[in-house]
Protein backbone atom coordinates (compact mmCIF):
# COMPACT_ATOMS: atom_id res chain seq x y z
CA UNK A 1 0.00 0.00 0.00
CA UNK A 2 3.07 2.13 1.12
CA UNK A 3 4.57 1.78 -2.70
CA UNK A 4 1.28 2.51 -4.43
CA UNK A 5 0.52 6.03 -2.43
CA UNK A 6 4.14 6.59 -3.09
CA UNK A 7 3.66 5.92 -7.09
CA UNK A 8 0.35 8.06 -7.13
CA UNK A 9 2.11 11.01 -5.62
CA UNK A 10 4.67 10.42 -8.00
CA UNK A 11 2.87 10.49 -10.92
CA UNK A 12 0.58 13.61 -9.44
CA UNK A 13 4.34 15.37 -9.22
CA UNK A 14 5.01 14.47 -12.59
CA UNK A 15 1.66 16.03 -14.29
CA UNK A 16 1.85 19.26 -12.54
CA UNK A 17 5.29 19.63 -13.43
CA UNK A 18 4.66 19.52 -16.70
CA UNK A 19 1.52 21.19 -16.61
CA UNK A 20 2.06 24.22 -14.31
CA UNK A 21 3.59 27.31 -14.80
CA UNK A 22 7.59 26.97 -14.03
CA UNK A 23 7.40 29.57 -11.31
CA UNK A 24 5.59 26.34 -8.97
CA UNK A 25 8.33 24.06 -9.79
CA UNK A 26 9.56 24.53 -6.49
CA UNK A 27 6.26 24.16 -4.72
CA UNK A 28 5.26 21.34 -6.19
CA UNK A 29 8.80 19.89 -5.25
CA UNK A 30 8.47 21.16 -1.60
CA UNK A 31 4.99 19.33 -1.68
CA UNK A 32 5.78 16.52 -2.84
CA UNK A 33 8.73 15.83 -0.55
CA UNK A 34 6.08 16.50 2.07
CA UNK A 35 3.80 14.08 1.42
CA UNK A 36 6.38 11.34 1.13
CA UNK A 37 8.01 12.73 4.42
CA UNK A 38 4.09 12.05 6.25
CA UNK A 39 3.75 9.18 4.68
CA UNK A 40 7.01 7.37 5.86
CA UNK A 41 6.27 8.99 9.65
CA UNK A 42 2.73 7.65 9.39
CA UNK A 43 3.75 4.28 8.53
CA UNK A 44 6.78 3.69 10.83
CA UNK A 45 4.41 4.99 13.63
CA UNK A 46 1.79 2.49 12.78
CA UNK A 47 4.99 -0.36 12.77
CA UNK A 48 7.66 0.99 15.26
CA UNK A 49 6.13 -2.02 17.40
CA UNK A 50 7.21 -4.83 15.09
CA UNK A 51 10.30 -3.39 14.75
CA UNK A 52 13.21 -6.29 16.66
CA UNK A 53 16.46 -5.12 17.62
CA UNK A 54 18.78 -6.89 15.69
CA UNK A 55 22.02 -6.23 17.06
CA UNK A 56 22.18 -9.24 20.07
CA UNK A 57 20.55 -12.36 19.80
CA UNK A 58 19.27 -12.84 22.92
CA UNK A 59 17.12 -9.80 22.24
CA UNK A 60 14.92 -11.96 19.54
CA UNK A 61 14.22 -15.83 19.04
CA UNK A 62 14.52 -16.88 15.75
CA UNK A 63 11.87 -19.65 14.57
CA UNK A 64 8.71 -19.76 12.71
CA UNK A 65 5.63 -19.45 15.23
CA UNK A 66 4.97 -23.06 15.12
CA UNK A 67 8.15 -23.90 17.18
CA UNK A 68 6.43 -21.82 20.07
CA UNK A 69 3.11 -24.19 19.68
CA UNK A 70 5.50 -27.35 20.28
CA UNK A 71 7.78 -25.30 23.11
CA UNK A 72 10.67 -25.84 20.80
CA UNK A 73 12.90 -22.43 22.19
CA UNK A 74 16.45 -23.40 23.08
CA UNK A 75 18.03 -20.09 21.63
CA UNK A 76 15.49 -18.40 23.69
CA UNK A 77 16.53 -20.61 26.85
CA UNK A 78 20.04 -20.55 26.72
CA UNK A 79 21.32 -16.85 27.26
CA UNK A 80 19.15 -17.04 30.70
CA UNK A 81 20.88 -20.76 31.19
CA UNK A 82 24.70 -19.84 30.48
CA UNK A 83 25.23 -16.20 31.21
CA UNK A 84 27.72 -15.67 33.44
CA UNK A 85 28.28 -19.35 34.06
CA UNK A 86 31.65 -21.42 33.69
CA UNK A 87 30.91 -23.44 30.78
CA UNK A 88 33.76 -26.45 29.52
CA UNK A 89 33.68 -27.15 26.31
CA UNK A 90 35.87 -29.96 23.56
CA UNK A 91 39.04 -28.41 22.14
CA UNK A 92 39.26 -30.32 18.74
CA UNK A 93 39.15 -27.94 15.81
CA UNK A 94 40.03 -28.82 12.41
CA UNK A 95 41.11 -26.74 9.35
CA UNK A 96 39.03 -26.91 6.05
CA UNK A 97 41.02 -29.70 4.26
CA UNK A 98 41.52 -31.81 7.26
CA UNK A 99 37.36 -31.92 6.96
CA UNK A 100 37.46 -32.32 3.42
CA UNK A 101 39.85 -35.23 3.55
CA UNK A 102 37.15 -36.48 6.22
CA UNK A 103 34.52 -36.21 4.00
CA UNK A 104 32.83 -33.34 4.87
CA UNK A 105 31.79 -30.26 3.42
CA UNK A 106 35.09 -27.31 3.81
CA UNK A 107 32.78 -25.13 5.81
CA UNK A 108 32.71 -27.79 8.75
CA UNK A 109 36.33 -26.99 9.37
CA UNK A 110 35.33 -23.14 9.95
CA UNK A 111 32.40 -23.42 12.02
CA UNK A 112 32.65 -27.20 14.24
CA UNK A 113 34.22 -25.67 17.38
CA UNK A 114 34.44 -21.65 16.43
CA UNK A 115 30.23 -21.27 16.24
CA UNK A 116 29.61 -22.68 19.09
CA UNK A 117 32.40 -21.57 21.30
CA UNK A 118 31.46 -17.53 19.96
CA UNK A 119 28.31 -18.15 20.54
CA UNK A 120 28.77 -19.18 24.45
CA UNK A 121 30.88 -16.03 24.31
CA UNK A 122 27.88 -13.59 23.20
CA UNK A 123 26.03 -14.83 25.85
CA UNK A 124 28.93 -13.81 28.25
CA UNK A 125 29.68 -17.54 29.60
CA UNK A 126 32.96 -17.73 30.73
CA UNK A 127 34.19 -20.81 28.15
CA UNK A 128 36.89 -23.14 28.96
CA UNK A 129 38.49 -25.36 26.45
CA UNK A 130 39.98 -28.47 27.66
CA UNK A 131 42.11 -30.81 25.38
CA UNK A 132 40.34 -33.60 28.00
CA UNK A 133 37.05 -34.04 27.13
CA UNK A 134 37.59 -34.89 23.39
CA UNK A 135 35.99 -38.02 22.86
CA UNK A 136 33.79 -37.86 25.90
CA UNK A 137 30.28 -37.86 25.19
CA UNK A 138 26.84 -39.29 27.27
CA UNK A 139 25.98 -42.56 26.52
CA UNK A 140 22.85 -43.42 24.00
CA UNK A 141 21.24 -44.20 27.56
CA UNK A 142 22.08 -42.08 29.26
CA UNK A 143 20.65 -39.35 26.49
CA UNK A 144 17.92 -40.94 26.23
CA UNK A 145 16.72 -41.16 30.21
CA UNK A 146 19.20 -38.28 31.65
CA UNK A 147 18.89 -35.30 28.60
CA UNK A 148 15.51 -33.86 27.72
CA UNK A 149 15.39 -32.70 23.66
CA UNK A 150 14.59 -28.62 23.72
CA UNK A 151 14.28 -28.65 19.90
CA UNK A 152 16.04 -28.17 16.57
CA UNK A 153 19.30 -25.60 16.90
CA UNK A 154 19.72 -24.63 13.24
CA UNK A 155 18.27 -21.61 13.37
CA UNK A 156 19.91 -20.89 16.68
CA UNK A 157 23.73 -21.64 14.43
CA UNK A 158 22.42 -20.04 11.22
CA UNK A 159 22.24 -16.35 13.15
CA UNK A 160 26.16 -17.34 14.33
CA UNK A 161 27.36 -15.67 11.52
CA UNK A 162 27.31 -12.18 13.75
CA UNK A 163 29.58 -13.60 16.22
CA UNK A 164 32.07 -14.50 13.61
CA UNK A 165 35.39 -13.56 13.50
CA UNK A 166 35.95 -14.09 9.77
CA UNK A 167 35.37 -11.05 7.06
CA UNK A 168 35.29 -13.56 4.03
CA UNK A 169 32.88 -16.15 2.76
CA UNK A 170 32.69 -18.68 6.11
CA UNK A 171 31.45 -15.43 8.16
CA UNK A 172 28.72 -14.50 6.10
CA UNK A 173 25.00 -14.31 6.11
CA UNK A 174 24.56 -16.43 3.39
CA UNK A 175 26.77 -19.26 3.49
CA UNK A 176 25.66 -19.87 7.39
CA UNK A 177 22.34 -19.76 5.96
CA UNK A 178 23.52 -22.49 3.54
CA UNK A 179 24.96 -24.95 6.15
CA UNK A 180 22.43 -24.62 8.71
CA UNK A 181 19.50 -24.56 7.30
CA UNK A 182 19.77 -26.93 3.94
CA UNK A 183 22.99 -28.81 4.04
CA UNK A 184 22.65 -29.99 7.58
CA UNK A 185 19.98 -32.09 8.75
CA UNK A 186 18.16 -30.94 12.26
CA UNK A 187 20.47 -31.12 15.03
CA UNK A 188 19.08 -30.39 18.62
CA UNK A 189 19.99 -29.09 22.00
CA UNK A 190 19.84 -31.41 24.35
CA UNK A 191 20.31 -30.76 28.51
CA UNK A 192 20.19 -32.95 31.73
CA UNK A 193 17.46 -31.31 34.01
CA UNK A 194 18.11 -33.50 36.87
CA UNK A 195 20.18 -32.99 40.08
CA UNK A 196 24.17 -33.96 40.14
CA UNK A 197 25.20 -35.95 43.28
CA UNK A 198 26.24 -32.56 44.94
CA UNK A 199 22.67 -31.10 44.62
CA UNK A 200 22.69 -28.79 42.16
CA UNK A 201 21.32 -28.67 38.45
CA UNK A 202 21.95 -27.14 35.24
CA UNK A 203 20.24 -24.01 36.59
CA UNK A 204 21.48 -23.88 40.17
CA UNK A 205 25.04 -24.76 38.97
CA UNK A 206 27.91 -22.03 38.31
CA UNK A 207 29.77 -24.81 36.48
CA UNK A 208 28.25 -26.35 32.87
CA UNK A 209 30.15 -28.85 30.44
CA UNK A 210 28.85 -28.20 26.76
CA UNK A 211 29.59 -31.09 24.40
CA UNK A 212 28.60 -31.80 20.83
CA UNK A 213 28.92 -34.51 18.75
CA UNK A 214 27.69 -36.05 15.43
CA UNK A 215 24.50 -37.65 15.40
CA UNK A 216 24.85 -41.79 14.42
CA UNK A 217 25.30 -41.78 10.79
CA UNK A 218 26.04 -38.36 9.99
CA UNK A 219 28.97 -36.75 8.83
CA UNK A 220 28.65 -33.26 10.12
CA UNK A 221 25.57 -32.95 11.90
CA UNK A 222 26.02 -32.26 15.50
CA UNK A 223 23.83 -32.10 18.68
CA UNK A 224 24.59 -30.24 21.84
CA UNK A 225 24.69 -31.66 25.06
CA UNK A 226 24.62 -29.30 28.08
CA UNK A 227 25.13 -31.12 31.90
CA UNK A 228 26.66 -29.73 35.28
CA UNK A 229 30.48 -30.63 35.56
CA UNK A 230 29.68 -32.81 38.56
CA UNK A 231 27.93 -35.10 35.96
CA UNK A 232 30.19 -34.87 33.60
CA UNK A 233 33.06 -35.68 36.02
CA UNK A 234 30.70 -38.71 37.50
CA UNK A 235 29.01 -39.99 34.29
CA UNK A 236 30.79 -38.86 30.93
CA UNK A 237 34.35 -38.41 31.72
CA UNK A 238 36.83 -40.75 30.33
Known sequence: MKIIIFGILTVLAVVMLLFFNRKYRNLVFL???A????VSAFYNLRLIRNIVPFYRPFSQTY???EFLEKGEYPDSLLPLLLQDKIVYTKNDPMDFEEAMRL???WHYGYYHVNNAVWYLELLDARVVQEDGMNGSMPTEEQIRTDFENMGPANDMFRYTFLCSKHFDEPGNYFSHFWYYSD???EIDVYLNPHADLDGADIASSEELVLLWDSQEG???EENIYIMTKAYYEENVKQ
Not at 35 to 38: E, F, P, R, S
Open 63 to 65: YQP
Open 31 to 33: GYF
Open 103 to 105: GKD
Open 218 to 220: SKE
Open 35 to 38: CVIV
Open 183 to 185: HLS
